[in-house]
């Protein structure tokens, strides 16, 4: 999302993103502003948010 509505819409994310200022980016979590993020580092960041979630969500069903 962006700077202005983003934080609201990223509160409903398990992984949200939104823009920033200045080259750097937030990231979300569960809702919840975790980290900074820099432009250029933003894809793996969440590509790697992404496969983390996934496997973690493959264990839980794995389990039942």
Known sequence: GCVVNGPGEASQTQIGLTGGGKGNHMMYI???PHHKVATNK???EVV???EEKSEELRN???QL
């Open 30 to 32: 569960s809702g919840l």
């Open 60 to 62: 839980v069903k794995n």
């Open 42 to 44: 933003m894809i793996e």
């Open 48 to 50: 790697s948010l992404v």
